[in-house]
């Protein structure tokens, strides 16, 4: 049984920062990543690792956001800075990206958390 408990969202003005977590409990893969949707809008990946564990992002985050990962405690971060208000959205980890690739190409993942609220005022 596969669970994903994000952490670490909240209100921050634009400029700030945020650190988003994911233990995973259940999930020893590397296929992990980050994606956020707002409502109304399609879920957008924002970053991940591909099947040689090198990470991607969307473009709309490149040389804001970082993603890691500490392996031996089964952990995803997020590193998220100078964060805009269109950076709002409730932000999801997910594990198994499928197809396991850069995250402009990931369609959807199997496993799923239930997601962290980020505000940008």
């Known amino acids: 049984h596969v669970q994903l408990v994000e952490s670490g969202g909240g209100a921050v003005q634009a400029g700030g920062s945020l650190r988003l977590s994911c233990v995973a409990s259940?999930?020893?893969?590397?296929?992990m990543g980050w994606f956020r949707q707002v409502p109304g809008k399609n879920r957008e990946g924002v970053a991940g690792?591909?099947?040689?564990?090198?990470?991607g992002y969307a473009d709309s985050v490149k040389g804001r956001f970082s993603i890691s990962k500490d392996s031996a405690n089964n952990t995803l971060w997020l590193q998220m800075d100078s964060l805009k208000p269109e950076d709002t959205a409730m932000y999801y980890c997910?594990?198994?990206?499928?197809?396991?690739?850069?995250?402009?190409?990931?369609?959807?993942?199997?496993?799923w958390g239930l997601g962290t609220q980020v505000t940008v005022s």
């Open positions: 259940g999930y020893s893969g590397v296929c």
């Open positions: 690792f591909d099947s040689d564990s090198h990470p």
């Open positions: 997910a594990a198994e990206l499928a197809p396991c690739r850069h995250i402009s190409g990931v369609a959807s993942a199997f496993y």
